[in-house]
């Protein structure tokens, strides 16, 4: 991959229609109120418009949606052609299925003056309605890999006049092991394509996908690779994991917290967080890959509209969360990958606004924190308790119950522990989107003896009482039947 070398400069007085935008999507613009494009707009469009391809580097909540859905909207439109059935113009991939979501009503709304056929597909929901949708034809085609590679395989659906490919979330995908449906779905698109691009991480899986995918890319990139938003307060506070959800609980004791998104590792942690929540009096809700599709998006309407004060939620459901005025993140627990750090606390601090991310980090946590200091290229501090004063009425509270002390922890607060990544296995629960081989029991393994197996005895099949269908005339028969041959190996008979 040749990028380009240079980046567009951004003029300080760029507007929307000194963009050259199609007259229908400026009047969509003007209707929600949006007159002056984000840095990664003014820089991307211009050159998308132009059916360059483009490598684009932005953090959630930089308006890069937009940048991408605007310019697709208006080449569509400047070259209006009725799509065949089981075709589409243009393909987004996207990880989840909110984002799916999310990004298929931002080409509604965007092109609501233009007449596009706009669809979304994605798993958890019957096929009906989405094969009905593909019979059609469609001008934008929004989806998740899995049920895109489905339908694809099913013959619904043919990508080989398909003129625009996005890919969305690239690292996520990585992270979910998207990467070879990716590369199976690509190779059914046609060799002549437009191609966009967009990550807010570049690691070097994510490198070589994008140098296979993008021909002679435009680069746009307009915060640092790994780093996070300068408007967010983040803090650190070292608390022992049996301690964390009375901490939390405490937390929102502060009429401050209003609109709040809790992070967990796992599914079933994130159920319990939610539980623990609403039975201390906080609006609480979870929303994770075991939901399904309607419960999602339900629990995700319900924080929208300000009936629930906390989505407890994992880094795959998390995804696509657009949700304005988010004042705080609180990562209950600091995830094993550090990029997903940089995505969790981008859901606060959109749109310009000012945010605060607090991660509670238990003791055996420490080097999860120091890997994110190290991507970040940051020092996050702790939360300063001499001059906080919540922290020190905190404080007063939590540690009279024994935070910050060697007690001893009850049952309850002990399942609670953190026991590292697993790799996977029938028991326990392990990191949603997590990927390995079922987990083995090795014989001496320290810590424990391994089960002992009982000595080998030859005649205890023979003490051992006979089945049902082993006895009678047709068990006896059997029995003969095992015999060596006795007519010269020509078969078994059966003697009276």
């Known amino acids: 991959m040749r990028a380009a070398a240079y980046e567009r400069p ?3 007085n760029t507007t929307f229609e000194s963009l050259g935008l199609n007259p229908a999507l400026l009047s969509a613009l003007t209707q929600k109120g949006y007159t002056t494009p984000t840095p990664i ?13 483009l490598l684009g580097i932005a953090q959630t909540g930089t308006g890069k949606t937009a940048a991408f859905a605007l310019p697709i909207l208006h080449r569509l439109a400047a070259n209006r052609v009725a799509p065949m059935p089981r075709t589409t113009r243009a393909l987004i991939l996207s990880p989840t299925r909110e984002l799916a979501t999310q990004i298929g009503e931002m080409f509604k709304i965007y092109g609501a003056g233009l007449g596009f056929r706009v669809a979304v597909i994605f798993g958890g929901v019957k096929y009906g309605a989405q094969e009905r949708a593909l019979q059609q034809g469609l001008d934008i085609l929004v989806a998740a890999p899995g049920r895109l590679l489905d339908h694809i395989q099913g013959k619904m659906l043919d990508l ?14 990585l992270d979910l092991g998207f990467i070879k449906p990716i590369r199976q779905i ?16 570049m690691p070097g899986e994510i490198g070589k996908l994008a140098g296979d995918l993008l021909k002679d890319p435009t680069k746009v990139q307009v915060t640092p690779q790994a780093t996070t938003v300068e408007r967010i307060k983040q803090s650190v506070i070292v608390i022992e994991a049996g301690r964390k ?11 401050a917290y209003t609109r709040c998104l809790v992070f967990t590792k796992t599914k079933h942690g994130a159920d319990k967080v939610a539980a623990y929540l609403q039975a201390g009096g906080v609006e609480a809700g979870a929303i994770h890959g075991n939901k399904s599709q309607p419960q999602r998006e339900r629990a995700l309407q319900a924080f929208k509209d300000g009936k629930l004060r906390v989505l407890v939620a994992t880094d795959i459901a998390a995804r696509g969360i657009d949700v304005d005025k988010v004042t705080h993140v609180v990562n209950f627990e600091l995830p094993f990958v550090p990029e997903a750090y940089v995505h969790r606390i981008g859901r606060t601090a959109r749109a310009g606004k000012d945010g605060t991310a607090i991660s509670f980090v238990a003791p055996d946590e420490m080097k999860l924190l120091k890997d994110i200091e190290k991507v970040t290229r940051q020092k996050i501090p702790s939360w300063d308790r001499r001059n906080d004063k919540q922290l020190a009425q905190l404080d007063a509270t939590i540690l009279a119950s024994g935070v910050g002390k060697k007690a001893t922890l009850p049952d309850d607060d002990r399942a609670e522990q953190p026991r590292g990544p697993r790799r996977g296995g029938r028991h326990g629960d392990k990191p949603e989107g997590a990927r390995g ?8 393994k320290p810590g424990g003896a391994a089960p002992e197996r009982p000595a080998f005895d030859p005649m205890a099949r023979e003490r051992q009482p006979m089945k049902p269908t082993e006895t009678g005339e047709g068990a006896q028969l ?11 190996g020509k078969g078994y008979t059966a003697q009276g």
Do not use: C, W, Y
């Open 245 to 255: 959800r009375a901490l939390l609980t405490e937390l929102f004791s502060n009429p």
């Open 437 to 444: 081989q079922p987990h083995r029991r090795r014989r001496g």
């Open 478 to 488: 059997k029995r003969r039947k095992r015999r060596r041959p006795s007519n010269g």
């Open 41 to 53: 707009q003014a820089k991307a469009i211009p050159d998308v418009m132009a059916g360059k391809d």
């Open 186 to 201: 690509v190779s059914t698109l046609p060799a002549r394509r437009q191609n966009l691009f967009f990550s807010a991480t």
């Open 160 to 173: 080989s006049s398909t003129e625009i490919f996005v890919l969305d979330e690239a690292d996520q995908m």
């Open 10 to 12: 951004l003029v300080s």
